[in-house]
């Protein structure tokens, strides 16, 4: 210590304040769950900076020990913080000192085991005293070492019941119990910026509302749910959230994709929370007819199915007969996917504008006596078959024909689909 003595009056206000001290460092004893906690004063170091005048007692001993010690009770009501509070200040000791480097009035830190406290004047706002301890812990969650406001953030009631609420939202959709895992080193390494205690509670609830919100579209779909197709590709029933921030070839804000059964979404930036999972759609397949198709394409057929039913009771009217569409799916597409590149259209091109086209080309066909005989005699099958024109030195976007009765479109492109069918007076 320096070489420095207090006054008889310093002396004795200290003395007079001594009973609340220890009531203050009780308070912490008690709080921590440890006992023996002290303080440390080099008055002669600090009293020149605190102007503490004839009062130190009142001013360290009451007020500034009162704050600390209910700003620490406060600190260790958390489990995680108490474990945390007391990993950094195992030596049991609060050290007054002084910082004239201190951004505030003064600076809390650990220091050596040690509670610091270090004012650069005269001691101010001392009921904040302790608060900011909170953001100089860290703690350990799930392997991860993380800022401790950032832990109590994940952990709070709040984010854990929306976090649930979503996982339940999934479940109601899906039928099966999901998981999430989330990488927490890699994304507080890539993403976090600022404000610990509101990270997890982006990603817990945001990212995960988003995911959910956009798993029940997929899985409650009204043309064609898709929960089948979603639990043959999510078969782990696990949710990763991961970053992929350094990735060259990332250029949207995140990436969602199925990888070993776990349903994994990587982060470039995160932002357009409610935008996560839209894609979902886009990566699952169906069987429909023997063959494996995109899950979009099967529903753009269901969505199309009436309009399909409708064209097919003209057909059916006009030829006065029923007659059924077969669609060789095997041939038809992979042609299509290569034509228009979009899945998602198969199913108005195939029944809304080709039957449609079909459909009132029949009807004007059919429209006298002679020329249904003459149809239904050709088309004896009863059969539509819509296919792919092996021929290469066909001409024009597709041929009509009669083949062993049944009624052939066999196309080289789809295009001006408002003229299928006007062909077949010719075969007649």
Known sequence: MA???????????????????????????????????????????????????????????????????????????????????????????????????????????????????????????????????????????????????????????????????????IKDATGRDFTITVQWAEMIKDHFTSYPENFGSTILNSVLEGLADNIKKVCTDEHFPGKDAFNEFATTGNIIINSNKNDKKASSYFAVKFENGDLVVSFKSICNCYEIGSNIRDLLTVEFEEVTMPYVTRRSLAEYEEKKQEYMEIINTATGRTFELQIVWPKILPFMLKDNGNPSYIGSTLYDSVMGGLSESLKNLCADEMSQEAFNDSASTGKIVLTTEENKKASGYFTEKFENGDVVIAFTRICNCYEIGRGFEKLL
């Open 3 to 169: 070489e420095f003595k207090l006054s008889l009056i310093q002396r004795k206000n200290l003395k007079t304040n001594e009973e609340k001290l220890n009531e203050n460092l009780q308070i912490i004893n008690d709080a921590t769950g440890q006992s023996g906690w002290a303080i440390d004063i080099d008055w002669g170091l600090v009293f020149p900076v605190y102007e503490l005048g004839d009062r130190p007692g009142d001013t360290i001993y009451d007020s500034c020990m009162t704050a600390l010690a209910e700003n620490i009770k406060k600190l260790c009501e958390n489990d995680a913080a108490k474990e945390s509070f007391l990993a950094s200040a195992g030596e049991h000791k609060i050290v007054f000192n002084v910082n004239k480097k201190a951004e505030s009035y003064w600076s809390e830190n650990f220091v050596n085991g040690t509670v610091e406290i270090g004012y650069k004047r005269s001691p101010c706002n001392v009921y904040e005293l302790g608060s900011s301890l909170k953001d100089k812990l860290t703690s350990t969650f799930e392997e991860c070492e993380m800022p401790l406001k950032m832990r109590i953030g994940i952990e709070k009631e709040e984010t854990q019941e929306k976090k649930n609420e979503q996982l339940e939202k």
